[in-house]
Structure formats: C-alpha cells, structure tokens
C-alpha cells in the first residue's frame, strides 16, 4: 500500500476465492486498476475471476451477487471524476454506501477501489501505471484479501 501511513501487508491467499469486480468508464485508468488487483491476486496465489459492469452505480448489486454465492472477498474497482453537474456525487455516494453495505450486511470484505477524483490526471497518478504514483488497484486486492485473512 502507498500513502502517508499506509501498511505493509504480507497476503498469502491460498485456498481464497475472490470476484474482482470492474467497472467500465475511464477505460485507460481502468486497464491500469485492473492489473494492479489481478498481478497482486495471482502474487497471493488466490483464486480470482473478473466480472465487469457498465459504471461504478452497478459495483454494489454484482458485489452483493458474489458475497452471496460463495466469494471469500470482493473487489470493487471504478473511477469517477467530477464533471459538471452534481451526476459526480450521487454516483461516488451509491457506489461508496453500496459496497460498504455489502460487506457489512453479508461478512464478506469487500476492497474499495473506487477512484473518485477531480480530473483525470488525478486518476492516472493512482492507477498503477507507468509514470503513476500510486496502484490503488493493487491496494484495494491486498486489503479484501488481508481482511478476508482474519475472519
Ligand atoms: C453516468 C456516469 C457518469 C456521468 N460518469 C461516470 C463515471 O465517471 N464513472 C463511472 O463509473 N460511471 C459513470 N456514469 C455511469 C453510472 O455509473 C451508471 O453506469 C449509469 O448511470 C447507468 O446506471
């Protein structure tokens, strides 16, 4: 993980199935999320699958889908950037409530990799790709199989 504070985890997922689920707006900071999470998935030596849905609003209810049929953790992975109208808000606050709610209501963890940024250079910087800063990608994957790890 990346970020003033942020943990060292050691993840070994072994015997842990876990559903990566991605949206599909911003594909180039996508592909870059998208990576992060599998590279780091397959390192962890954890069953994966990707299911893909059109926009960050649809993450909760596939979420919820696989949380319900079996996944041992769920990663969540979009990218909204705030255009100009209060769209932004709405989609980042359902998205946000809906993914913490699944993993409340049904035990499984759920990694928040939800980039909700200004601009799209914001994305870029924390997707993971050359030249980025950060791979949130990643570090949403390490901390679903981290916590999926203590329960
Ligand atoms: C409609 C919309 C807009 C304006 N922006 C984004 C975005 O930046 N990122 C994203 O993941 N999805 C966006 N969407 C689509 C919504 O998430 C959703 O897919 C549609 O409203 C259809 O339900």
Do not use: N
Request: net charge negative; proline share 4%; glycine share 12%.
């Amino acid at each position: 993980m990346s970020g003033a504070g942020a943990p060292k985890l050691a993840i070994d997922g072994t015997g842990l199935r876990v559903v990566v689920v991605a949206a599909q707006w911003h594909t180039e900071v996508m592909d870059g999320l998208l990576a992060g999470a599998v590279s780091t998935l397959q390192a962890a030596h954890a069953e994966h699958e990707v299911v893909r849905v059109p926009g960050s609003f649809e993450l909760p209810v596939v979420a919820a889908e696989a949380a319900r049929g079996g996944a041992d953790a769920v990663v969540a992975l979009g990218v909204v950037i705030r255009g100009g109208t209060p769209h932004f808000e709405y989609v980042c606050q359902a998205a946000t409530a809906g993914l913490s709610e699944v993993a409340v209501r049904t035990g499984v963890p759920v990694g928040f990799g939800l980039l909700t940024t200004d601009d799209e250079a914001q994305a870029l910087d924390r997707a993971g790709l050359p030249g980025s800063r950060e791979d949130k990608g990643a570090e949403a994957a390490e901390a679903a199989v981290a916590t999926a790890l203590t329960l």
